[in-house]
Nanobody, 124 residues
Framework: EVQLVESGGGLVQTGGSLRLACSASGFTFDDYAVGWFRQTPGKEREPVSCISIRDAYYADSVKGRFTISSHDAENRVYLRMDSLKPEDTAVYYC???????????????????WGQGTQVTVSA
């Protein structure tokens, strides 16, 4: 059974930081790309970041502010979010699919497996 569980969301002021975690089970972590998408009302879902054993991806809007990392032995991926802005407010979803992060450059990409999401709210 494939399962992705997010944690670490919450409330933070502009300029603050949060660290999200995605715990994965039911598949071989090193064979998969694990990443983050976000969804806010009135906007389409957008890819945020991704990490695999071979590569990584960051959306232009978060480059220099967000850092993705992995603890492979624990099948866990982290997203460190610094210098947060109100426009970062969204539900953040962990997602995974066998392969690399190359697919995150493709419009409308949707990985095979998804977590339930965690709310991130950045106040002005």
């Amino acid at each position: 059974e494939v399962q992705l569980v997010e944690s670490g969301g919450g409330l933070v002021q502009t300029g603050g930081s949060l660290r999200l975690a995605c715990s994965a089970s039911g598949f071989t972590f090193d064979d998969y790309a694990v990443g983050w998408f976000r969804q806010t009302p009135g906007k389409e879902r957008e890819p945020v970041s991704c990490i695999s054993i071979r590569d990584a991806y960051y959306a232009d809007s978060v480059k220099g502010r967000f850092t993705i990392s992995s603890h492979d032995a624990e099948n866990r991926v982290y997203l460190r979010m610094d210098s947060l802005k109100p426009e970062d407010t969204a539900v953040y979803y962990c997602a995974a699919e066998r392969g690399t992060c190359r697919a995150y450059y493709r419009d409308n990409y949707a990985p095979a497996y998804w977590g339930q999401g965690t709310q991130v709210t950045v106040s002005a």
